[in-house]
């Protein structure tokens, strides 16, 4: 089975920055745990060339010490986030959203940053419930325009960020794990809070969806694996207390947390077998699966279709999953259709196509959001085989 295959179109790029030590400890008590060759940057879709696309190896170290695992080689910001991608559609993510909005109005912020606001839901979502509530938005590629209550700011959160305005909570969703150094990122989130101020944040389940094989947890836009053990550390090193932790549907941990003073003697549990094994079975996941696709694939005499246009499907392409036997990827996303997967030859569909085709085959391996994608494509056609 080869690497990429189908797929090796597109340059290869240096990496921004090269992390040599643990984010968590400082010392430098890195492995190597695994490189996936050459793979695509961007985990969108785009209108260009495919020459012009950029690959480059996607390598992963793990600390002896703690079990940490990181990207080792960071890309440069404006390739990983070329475009607006998000892709939090389908009633799963719609749940996380009215829930998230829920959890944080509970803590009646009034004066609020988000970090990543992207298309301002939760912003929307917690001003319907709270309308005295002010909100700034830091968001690279904001998609909604700013009103009376709701400001947008167009840049990256960092270390070296300044609040141009009081504020007594800072919330994001599904952020943290993209910082490039998210350890520094808390830190100075706890200093732009006053005393009592509120971090409310949700990230996702790290641990239980690497545990479901999810492609979604580690690639070049999660470049950490932070479960829940770190973050309690990470949070009471950089001063915070945790008043509330509330897990969401097996997908995401919401956290509420209050500015207190900094515990720098925090020590961290080493996971490192429990995570190596993680990865591990991980791996051998995907590369069974593609064996297994292929296979399929070879004996079905009809078209066949591979869903979502993502990590999910790049992943199994770079894994060796026969592009050339693939239709094309069915996506929900109206900003993808008509374009083409990053790092592939394949252009994207909507779903519905699949009404005018005769028995077709649909690959679905989406984690979490598999059952409601099924729903749908048994909906549209029930004629399909879905693998």
Known sequence: MTPHAGTTFGTRVPPQAVRAVCLLTGRASLERLHCFPSFPVYIGCTDA?????????????????????????????????????????????????????????????????????????????????????????????????????????????????????????????????????????????????????????????????????????????????????????????????????????????????????????????????????LFTNFLQHYRESARELNQRIENFPGAVYLFGAHIFSQMYLEMGLRADRIAAILDNSIIKQGKRLYGSALHVASPMMLAGIRRPAVIVRAGAYTGEIVEQIRAIQPGAEIW
């Open 49 to 277: 060339d495919p020459e012009t696309d950029r690959r480059a190896d996607m390598v992963f170290d793990i600390c002896r010490e703690t079990g940490f695992i990181q990207l080792a080689e960071l890309m440069p910001l404006n390739l990983v986030y070329g475009a607006y991608h998000s892709e939090a559609l389908g009633p799963l993510w719609q749940r996380h959203h009215k829930a998230f909005s829920r959890f944080v109005a509970d803590f009646r912020p009034r004066e609020v940053l988000e970090i990543g606001g992207s298309n301002a839901v939760v912003a929307g979502g917690v001003l319907e419930l709270l309308p005295d509530c002010r909100w700034i938005i830091v968001e690279p590629s904001p998609s909604v325009p700013s009103d009376g209550r709701l400001r947008l700011r167009r840049g990256y959160f960092d270390a070296s960020f300044s609040a141009d305005a009081p504020l007594d909570a800072i919330v994001h969703s599904h952020v943290l794990e993209h910082l490039y150094d998210p350890v520094a990122a808390i830190h100075r989130m706890h200093s732009l809070l006053p005393e009592h101020g509120r971090l409310i944040f949700s990230v996702p389940d790290m641990r239980g969806w690497l545990e479901r094989k999810l492609p979604n947890t580690l690639n070049f836009e999660h470049t950490v694996f932070l479960v829940d053990a770190y973050i309690e550390r990470l949070l009471a090193q950089a001063g915070f207390s945790i008043l509330e932790r509330v897990p969401f549907e097996d997908h995401s941990l919401f956290y509420a947390a209050e500015r207190t003073e900094p515990k720098p003697a925090v020590r961290f549990d080493n996971l490192y077998e429990e995570h190596a094994a």
